[in-house]
């Protein structure tokens, strides 16, 4: 029984992340390539994409603003504890790209496997050198943790169609994953 409601839930997470890209993409559409501020705001709402679709929660936390989405199941959707709440895509002026690139990404349990561990590091630095893209290192977070399977992860993403998770987030994004910035 606990299964069966774990794996609806975890339905309803992805259903979010789904929503957040969505979100996302018309954010990052939306930007001014000619503004000064273009690739901090660009990076930090990556980060709030790859902190919001962390599942063992130990991405670095972005502090954005949020607000109540309204429409007309807004008291259902907060009785069962999901919130109703959508992200205000503005740059949080303490956001430092430094500190979130200095400080540990990663969830402790990958220490048991340094192998992985490493091709994760490289991926975060392939992606703060600008070789990848956010989406790549997604990609390759989901597929370390996969193998190592921290228990959150794993309990989180329970249930879900990896393989249909991927490809709908890829189709989703995809406007903004063939942009050269």
Known sequence: MFNYFLKG?????AGLDFELANDF????????????LFYKKKLFYEA???DLTDRTERHPRTSFEI???????????KSVGLGNQKIIWKLDSRF??????????????????LNLKQELINSKDLYKNGKINFFDYFIKRLQVYNQ?????????????????????LRNSLEPILLLRY
């Open 9 to 13: 839930q975890n339905s309803l997470i």
């Open 48 to 50: 709030i994409f790859l």
């Open 148 to 168: 190592t399977q921290p228990s959150k992860h794993i309990q989180l993403y329970k249930g879900v169609d990896m393989k249909k998770y991927q490809d709908k």
């Open 25 to 36: 993409k018309k954010a990052i559409l939306c930007l001014n390539k000619s503004d000064s």
């Open 67 to 77: 607000e109540d989405r309204g429409g007309f199941f807004s008291g259902f959707v």
């Open 96 to 113: 430092d790209p430094e500190y979130y690139f200095s400080v540990n990404w990663f969830d402790d349990s990958l220490d048991m496997f």
